[in-house]
């Protein structure tokens, strides 16, 4: 299993590489060793948690034509390095339940998928977090800040990925949420301290804004 896992490693840093779009390598090596930390608190699967952190983004259209393409890839793989049919199963359903945006996936099937999902967005939240949003904001031509913009909370990622958006509006339309959308209790003991953290800054930014401090 070790070597499974070692050589999937090297597969998605390889189809990986020069992607930039918030999906890198180091994201994937931060969400693997999250899923394996919860895993061993939770008592799920470490192998199935594993893999499926380590490909969860690689079903993603910006990597291939469609999510579809995507699957079929990460699917070819796991059966080409000899995973077992049901655990590759296991594995395909968890990447498409959390990849997926616009939550057309399949529900939260299993602990290991309600592990990797709060991995993933363990790393959305905290300081990572808050780092990953203004890289993603900057890279999409968006302003740090618009006091005009208002939090539209009903936004999908979707639309919000359209319209004009600000890095701190994303706070409010999906980062300040994920704390209570956390599947397991450790992921939500973590989520909490992040979430603190955001919340501190967010208290900060808004009194530098203002002149205040
Ligand atoms: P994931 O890799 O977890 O599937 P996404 O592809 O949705 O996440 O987003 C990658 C990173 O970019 C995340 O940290 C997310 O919070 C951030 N991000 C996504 N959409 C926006 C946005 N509209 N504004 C700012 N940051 C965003
Ligand atoms: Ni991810």
Known sequence: MEWMIHETEIF????????????????INRVTNMARRIAEEEGADLFICTMAALLHDLADDKLYESEEAGLKRIQEWIDQIGVKPDEQEHILTIIK??????GHGPGLSSLEAKVVQ????????GAIGIARCFAYAGSKGHIIHHPDVQPRESMTTEEYRNSE?????HFYEKLLKLKDLMNTKTGFQIAEKRHEYMQQFLNEFCDEWNGIT
């Open 12 to 27: 998605v840093r390889r189809e990986l590489e020069g992607e930039s779009s918030g999906h890198d390598w180091w994201h």
């Open 165 to 169: 958006g600000t890095g701190i509006n």
């Open 118 to 125: 709060d991995a993933d967005r363990l790393d959305a939240i």
């Open 97 to 102: 339940t959390i990849s997926f945006k616009g």
